[in-house]
């Protein structure tokens, strides 16, 4: 007679994410602390093309505003405390 086996618990993650506001405030904090921290060309990039300009211009320029999101979520949706910017780093308008 064979015993059945035990089900698998999965194991729950605990990812408590803030209320809306707070989640865009987070957003803004975690993009200007990727970009400030950023090479300066990638800042270039970032700030002054649009994604098709970047996708147009090929190679790797296409790759550097996902790369700059990808970054910018994972933090913003984290639980770690995002740093401040660099300092003298100007927010772009």
Known sequence: ????KSKRTKKKVNKKRPNDNNLVLRYEDAWNYIVSHSATWRQEIVINMTPEEAKTAGGRVAEVHHE???????????NRKI??????W???E
């Open 90 to 92: 100007q927010k772009p």
């Open 83 to 88: 740093p401040p910017p660099k300092e003298n």
């Open 68 to 78: 700059i999101a990808k970054e910018v979520m994972r933090l913003a949706e984290s």
């Open 1 to 4: 007679m064979t015993t059945p």
